[in-house]
């Protein structure tokens, strides 16, 4: 019987730090490599993710948005 390793939790609160530290250049460079595996990923078939929006669309739909998101973040943060 093997114990459960809440290895994910790790990784959350690191990504958290991360874009803590880093604001909206963190949250544009998360997003946009997520977007460009889930672009790969779709053109190589995937349609159904593990992903909570399950149609791959829909996710790259979403990381699409917060990649604008952040960006508008950033330009926010440097004209003030």
């Known amino acids: 019987m093997s114990t459960y390793d809440p290895l994910r939790l790790c990784v959350y609160a ?29 053109r190589a078939g995937l ?5 909570v929006l399950r149609d791959t669309r829909l996710v790259l739909a979403y990381l699409g948005a917060i990649a604008l ?3 508008a973040g950033l330009v926010w943060q440097l004209a003030t």
């Open 69 to 71: 998101a952040g960006a």
């Open 14 to 42: 690191t990504i958290a730090l991360l874009t803590w530290i880093l604001g909206p250049v963190a949250v544009v460079g998360f997003a946009v490599l997520g977007f460009v595996g889930y672009w790969r990923a779709r």
């Open 47 to 51: 349609t159904r993710s593990k992903c």
